[in-house]
């Protein structure tokens, strides 16, 4: 097995861990980083050996403590996978286990299929990511789940709907919300739930700010799900997705779902998802300092109706959200423009830095016309209810010089006036 799992048993820091931990040169010919184990299948030690690894995987036994099983085939784990999960566990504070996918959304979509089942019930936020709606209303719902929004940071309105939803199974928070970074208070969602008879499981989408800057495991929830395509890989070169979460037999649930649906992610990706692990907290930290000041520094520009950053927040329930449970404000701004969609589309038009392109968490800065693009399929009414306005843009913030994209982003704004 590529994992060492005796270099991790003593506690160090979650940038130490990343670097120490999960993965045992000794199995990899020496070479200080991890091979690529490319086979789709892998050759048993003994036909006992071959029926034990069946018996563990077809979930008739537990492995014990410090035991080997042999690997049977790709689509169930493989190398990379196990690296990078292993790897990847300490990054998200009192996460035990790990699951990957081949995208946020196969993450997203194992996550419901493994734990909502025809008549019943989930509860989830809006506004949400476009993908996670579509599942919901062109999959989920057809198949018989019944899915109740609240509007994000709504506490009581989510406290109460956990609590009368009939057979609830899952609570599904995406916190800050895009594209208006709405904060929904993670801790009160996991605590309502507490006197629920079959309590649901409460997992939030991290996306945004995670795992540098939020920890949602540490305020009560059970799961936490990553587009890794976005912050983690932080290259926009690569899809991928991952689920952590606090009990190992909630993920090994999510990897039975894996293993049948075949949407573990691919060692070539894994390996190279793994050799960004390192570095995300350094380009997370760099991304949200140049956001901030660009961020507090276009805030009172002509052009600009309202600008929406964590920092500049002025709703006393939202500063309180946000100081119970961000570390840091991130990465993501939005803001309308006075002008409407005319002035959004100069906008982006005028700016030369930044690239005109949607996802998120690159090292390059992205803009976008939620609208009209990540936003185009609600109706008129759902986007005005999610403050998406025709005049919003949206930047998700690189690592370039700030004073470079501030310059880059005035003269963009002053022709907009
Ligand atoms: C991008 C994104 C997803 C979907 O992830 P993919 O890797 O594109 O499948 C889900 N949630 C959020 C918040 C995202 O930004």
């Given at each position: 097995?590529?994992?060492?799992?005796?270099?991790?048993?003593?506690?160090?820091?979650?940038?130490?861990?990343?670097?120490?931990?999960?993965?045992?040169?000794?199995?990899?010919?020496?070479?200080?980083?991890?091979?690529?184990?490319?086979?789709?299948?892998?050759?048993?030690?003994?036909?006992?050996?071959?029926?034990?690894?069946?018996?563990?995987?077809?979930?008739?036994?537990?492995?014990?403590?410090?035991?080997?099983?042999?690997?049977?085939?790709?689509?169930?784990?493989?190398?990379?996978?196990?690296?990078?999960?292993?790897?990847?566990?300490?990054?998200?504070?009192?996460?035990?286990?790990?699951?990957?996918?081949?995208?946020?959304?196969?993450?997203?979509?194992?996550?419901?299929?493994?734990?909502?089942?025809?008549?019943?019930?989930?509860?989830?936020?809006?506004?949400?990511?476009?993908?996670?709606?579509?599942?919901?209303?062109?999959?989920?719902?057809?198949?018989?789940?019944?899915?109740?929004?609240?509007?994000?940071?709504?506490?009581?309105?989510?406290?109460?709907?956990?609590?009368?939803?009939?057979?609830?199974?899952?609570?599904?928070?995406?916190?800050?919300?895009?594209?208006?970074?709405?904060?929904?208070?993670?801790?009160?969602?996991?605590?309502?739930?507490?006197?629920?008879?079959?309590?649901?499981?409460?997992?939030?989408?991290?996306t945004?700010?995670g795992?540098t800057?939020?920890?949602?495991?540490?305020?009560?929830?059970?799961?936490?799900?990553?587009?890794?395509?976005k912050y983690l890989s932080g290259?926009?070169?690569?899809?991928?997705?991952?689920?952590?979460?606090?009990?190992?037999?909630?993920?090994?649930?999510?990897?039975?779902?894996?293993?049948?649906?075949?949407?573990?992610?691919?060692?070539?990706?894994?390996?190279?998802?793994?050799?960004?692990?390192?570095?995300v907290?350094?380009r997370m930290?760099?991304q949200?300092?140049?956001?901030?000041?660009?961020?507090?520094?276009?805030?009172?520009?002509?052009?600009?109706?309202?600008?929406?950053?964590?920092?500049?927040?002025?709703?006393?329930?939202?500063?309180?959200?946000?100081?119970?449970?961000?570390?840091?404000?991130?990465a993501?701004?939005?803001?309308?423009?006075?002008?409407?969609?005319?002035?959004?589309?100069?906008?982006?038009?005028?700016?030369?830095?930044?690239?005109?392109?949607?996802?998120l968490g690159?090292?390059?800065?992205?803009?976008?016309?939620?609208?009209?693009?990540?936003?185009?399929?609600?109706?008129?009414?759902?986007?005005?209810?999610?403050?998406?306005?025709?005049?919003?843009?949206?930047?998700?913030?690189?690592?370039?010089?700030?004073?470079?994209?501030?310059?880059?982003?005035?003269?963009?704004?002053?022709?907009?006036?």
């Amino acid at each position: 097995m590529a994992a060492n799992r005796q270099r991790a048993s003593y506690v160090v820091r979650p940038e130490t861990a990343i670097l120490t931990r999960g993965f045992d040169p000794r199995l990899s010919v020496g070479s200080a980083r991890p091979a690529v184990f490319r086979s789709s299948t892998y050759v048993f030690s003994s036909p006992k050996a071959a029926e034990r690894a069946f018996a563990i995987a077809l979930g008739h036994s537990r492995p014990a403590a410090g035991e080997s099983v042999d690997l049977i085939y790709s689509r169930l784990s493989h190398p990379n996978a196990e690296i990078l999960e292993d790897q990847i566990t300490p990054l998200e504070p009192d996460a035990q286990s790990a699951a990957v996918f081949n995208s946020g959304m196969a993450a997203i979509s194992t996550l419901f299929l493994t734990f909502c089942q025809p008549g019943t019930s989930f509860v989830y936020t809006v506004p949400l990511y476009g993908g996670t709606q579509h599942l919901m209303h062109q999959i989920l719902e057809p198949l018989g789940m019944r899915g109740t929004p609240v509007p994000a940071g709504d506490s009581r309105t989510l406290r109460e709907t956990i609590q009368r939803t009939p057979d609830v199974r899952l609570i599904f928070i995406e916190t800050p919300a895009n594209p208006t970074l709405r904060m929904t208070d993670i801790a009160a969602a996991a605590q309502a739930t507490q006197s629920v008879g079959v309590r649901p499981i409460v997992a939030v989408d991290n996306t945004f700010l995670g795992p540098t800057f939020q920890h949602p495991l540490q305020l009560g929830a059970d799961l936490v799900v990553y587009s890794a395509t976005k912050y983690l890989s932080g290259f926009s070169d690569l899809l991928a997705g991952m689920i952590l979460g606090k009990k190992p037999a909630l993920i090994a649930q999510l990897r039975g779902t894996r293993a049948v649906l075949g949407n573990i992610l691919q060692p070539d990706e894994c390996w190279m998802l793994d050799g960004r692990l390192p570095t995300v907290e350094l380009r997370m930290t760099r991304q949200s300092k140049n956001a901030q000041y660009i961020a507090e520094a276009l805030a009172d520009h002509p052009a600009v109706a309202n600008m929406n950053y964590p920092t500049l927040f002025t709703a006393p329930e939202q500063i309180r959200i946000r100081d119970a449970q961000c570390r840091h404000p991130g990465a993501i701004i939005s803001f309308e423009l006075r002008g409407g969609k005319t002035a959004a589309f100069n906008f982006l038009r005028r700016v030369k830095i930044a690239h005109n392109a949607v996802s998120l968490g690159g090292v390059e800065t992205l803009t976008c016309h939620p609208a009209t693009t990540t936003h185009a399929e609600l109706s008129a009414e759902e986007r005005a209810q999610s403050g998406v306005a025709d005049g919003l843009v949206r930047i998700s913030v690189g690592v370039e010089g700030w004073r470079d994209l501030l310059r880059d982003f005035r003269q963009a704004l002053d022709a907009s006036c």
